[in-house]
C-alpha cells in the first residue's frame, strides 16, 4: 500500500504562482509514475501533468508552458510548480502514483484563482 499526502494549495490572484507537494509512504519502491490530476466542480477529473520514475513527463495542453512536474525519488516526493495561473485553473487537485499494479491517490488539496 501507498500513501499520499498532499500540500500547497490555496487562494491566489490570476497571474500568481503556487508549489504543490505530495509525498509518498509506505510500499514506496515499488512506484512507478507520479503525477498531479484536477477536479473542477461539475467537471470530470483531468490530467495535469505524471512524470515517470525515470523523469519522462507529460502535460495536458492547457497547462504546458505554465506548469512544471517534477520529482524527488530520494524523498518520495512529487512537486507541482504552477507559474502564471488562470481563473480556469482553479479546482482541487490530488497526486496519484501507481506500482504497476494499483493506482493510489492522495485526498486532494484545493487551489483557487481569484482575484
Known amino acids: 500500500q501507498v500513501q499520499l499526502v498532499e500540500s500547497g494549495g490555496g487562494l491566489v490572484q490570476p497571474g500568481g504562482s503556487l508549489r504543490l507537494s505530495c509525498a509518498a509512504s509506505?510500499?514506496?519502491?515499488?512506484?512507478?509514475?507520479m503525477g498531479w490530476y484536477r477536479q473542477a466542480p461539475g467537471k470530470q477529473r483531468e490530467l495535469v501533468a505524471i512524470i515517470t520514475r525515470g523523469g519522462s513527463t507529460n502535460y495536458a495542453d492547457s497547462v504546458k508552458g505554465r506548469f512544471t512536474i517534477s520529482r524527488d525519488n530520494a524523498k518520495n516526493t512529487v512537486y507541482l510548480q504552477m507559474n502564471s495561473l488562470k481563473p480556469e485553473d482553479t479546482a482541487v487537485y490530488y497526486c496519484?502514483?501507481?506500482?504497476?499494479?494499483?493506482?493510489?491517490w492522495g485526498q486532494g488539496t484545493q487551489v483557487t484563482v481569484s482575484s
Open positions: 496519484k502514483a501507481d506500482d504497476y499494479v494499483l493506482d493510489y
Open positions: 509506505g510500499s514506496i519502491f515499488g512506484i512507478n509514475t
